[in-house]
C-alpha cells in the first residue's frame, strides 16, 4: 500500500510537538514491509502559492504560449502534487495549528489538489459528487491550547478544515486522528500530554501497518 505523509513544520522536533508527532509515525512504520512510504514536506518543495499565475499559466498553456519562470514552477508544483496524491492509498498529514488555523504552506498543498474533475466534479443538477472515496487520510495534529470544549471548538480551523477538504469535500475516509492540545496551557501536565499523544500516534501507525498485512 503506497502512504503519503505531508510534512507541514519546519521547526525542529525538539521544539514543536508536531514534528515530533511526524517523527513518531515514521519510526513507527519503519520497516513495514507492507507499506510503501513517501514524504512530501512543503517547506521543502518548491511551493509558489496559488493564486493569478497558475490561472495566466493555464490560459498560456492552451494558446502556446510562452510560461514565465514562475509560471512553470507553480505548474510543476502543483502536478507534483498531484501526482503524489494519485499514487496514494492513504495520506498522512502532520500539522500544527498556527493562529487558528493550518500552516500557509500546507494549505497551499491543499489548494495544488483541490481540483474539480481531479477531486470533486458536479452533476448538471449542480450536486457535487466526491471523487477521491477510495482514499483514505490520517490527521496528526498539535495545539498548546485547548479547543475541544463546546467554548473553543469553533474557533479551530486546522483539523476542523482538513477534515471537510479531504473527509467531505474528496471524500476520503478518516482512518485515525491524533490530536495533541493543551500542552501549553498546562505546563504542568506537558509531558504527560505529549507522551500519551505520541503513544496515540504509535498505536495509529502500528494500526495502519497491521490493517493491510
Known sequence: MNVLVVRANNRPASEAVSSRMFETFMEAVKGAENLNITTYDVYEEDTPYFGQDIFNAFGKMESGGELTDLERRIVAAKQKAMDMFSAADVVVFAFPLWNLTVPAKLHTFVDYVYQAGYAFKFREDGQMISLMTHKKAIFLSARGGIYSTPETAPLEMGVNYMRNV?????????????????????????????????????EAASKLAHQYV
Not at 474528496?170 to 500530554?193: R, Y
Open 166 to 202: 479531504f473527509g467531505g469535500v474528496f471524500g476520503m475516509e478518516i482512518l485515525d486522528e491524533v490530536i495533541i492540545e493543551g500542552h501549553n496551557a498546562m505546563p504542568d501536565k506537558a509531558n504527560e500530554i505529549i507522551e500519551d499523544g505520541l503513544r496515540r500516534v504509535t
